[in-house]
């Protein structure tokens, strides 16, 4: 079964509208990392997010964790056709030890529309 | 800063045939490496990750193998590849002392026809 669930699984929105996409877990989730993929290319690290109540914003993307650490959710403000692609949410999977493997979710395909 | 190449960029290769996917990584020493592979229209699974030269773990039984013979080299190989190998391979790393976030390759997109 998925671990981490993204929705929506794609997302069309006009050029300046705001949108938000989410990310859950059935577990606590010890580190959130926010990416952003081209189609055909490499991840670009947006955040991470790890205390419970945490938000970070760079530009127009806003990242928040939830308290409880199992939801969380992604929010771009006026939307730009720059920021189209693939967002991907990922989750630490450290079982104590040194090891960092992340788990990454299904994904969000957006598309604005100028 | 660290970077990490990842080469070739496309790939097709029949069935049946063999393979290799070499990932390097400049800027760092020591890291930990990863390969995902991500399939059309799913997200990112994980197959290896990597602490060291000669250690291996691997998350998913399949088809391929990976090896690090060298600090920042870590190759993903198959003897004979089948259908359900195509996808988009990304090679990652991370910094132990950190392990704040993953740094990604620009991917491998595989066909195996």
């Known amino acids: 079964s998925q671990e981490l669930e993204q929705s929506p699984q794609s997302l069309i929105v006009q050029e300046g509208k705001n949108l938000t996409i989410n990310c859950t877990s059935s577990?606590?989730?010890?580190?959130l990392y926010w990416y952003k993929q081209k189609y055909g290319e490499g991840l670009i690290f947006l955040m991470m997010l790890q205390k419970g109540g945490e938000e970070k914003s760079h530009e127009k993307i806003t990242a928040k964790l939830d308290e409880k650490k199992q939801q969380s959710s992604l929010h771009i403000t006026a939307s730009q056709p720059s920021h189209a692609g693939i967002y991907l949410c990922?989750?630490?999977?450290?079982?104590?030890?040194?090891?960092?493997?992340?788990?990454f979710g299904t994904g969000t395909l957006l598309a604005v529309q100028p | 800063s660290q970077t990490i190449h990842q080469w070739p960029a496309t790939l097709v290769q029949p069935v049946g045939s063999p393979l290799s996917l070499e990932c390097t990584v400049e800027g760092t020493s020591n890291p930990n490496l990863y390969w995902y592979r991500q399939a059309a229209g799913r997200g990112l699974q994980l197959l290896f990750y990597s602490v060291g030269i000669g250690q291996i773990s691997s998350e998913v039984p399949q088809n391929l193998s990976a090896s690090r013979p060298q600090d920042r080299q870590f190759i993903l190989s198959s003897k004979k590849l089948l259908l359900s190998d195509s996808g988009f391979y990304l090679c990652a790393s991370t910094i132990l002392a950190t392990n704040e976030k993953l740094f990604f390759g620009s991917g491998t997109q595989l066909s195996v026809l």
């Open positions: 577990k606590t989730l010890y580190g």
């Open positions: 990922g989750a630490d999977r450290r079982y104590g030890g040194a090891t960092n493997k992340l788990i």
